[in-house]
Nanobody, 128 residues
Framework: QVQLVESGGGSAEAGGSLRVSCAVSVSGYSTISMAWFRQVPGKEREGVAAIAASGRTFYPDSVKGRFTISQDNAKTTLYLQMNSLSPEDTAIYYC??????????????????????WGQGTQVIVSS
């Protein structure tokens, strides 16, 4: 099993930065791939960053160059650094994980259906 707990959400002004974190706990010795998603009420949950077990990262065009996903060396914390924020980035941000033996296709890394484990989410509000 994988347990995920997000923290670090909050408010920022447009053009500012925020970093959200996700504490990761994995039972056993399986490797996992992880991602950050966001959701606005009434809209689909969208992937904004993913990191494979190898360390390769993936981003949609909407955040490329502004968001950076990373992990600490022990892989117990996942981060999402968000720069040049705009009001359109306002959402609840979720971290997600999947065992690599269950999903390792690059074309699915930003799709919510590829992930089995989810955190509770943390709110990010960007004001203009």
């Amino acid at each position: 099993q994988v347990q995920l707990v997000e923290s670090g959400g909050g408010s920022a002004e447009a053009g500012g930065s925020l970093r959200v974190s996700c504490a990761v706990s994995v039972s056993g010795y399986s490797t996992i791939s992880m991602a950050w998603f966001r959701q606005v009420p009434g809209k689909e949950r969208e992937g904004v960053a993913a990191i494979a077990a190898s360390g390769r990262t993936f981003y949609p065009d909407s955040v490329k160059g502004r968001f950076t996903i990373s992990q600490d060396n022990a892989k117990t914390t996942l981060y999402l650094q968000m720069n040049s924020l705009s009001p359109e980035d306002t959402a609840i941000y979720y971290c997600a994980a999947v065992f690599t033996e269950a999903q390792s296709r690059d074309d699915l890394r930003l799709r919510k259906t590829a992930y089995r484990f989810w955190g509770q989410g943390t709110q990010v509000i960007v004001s203009s």
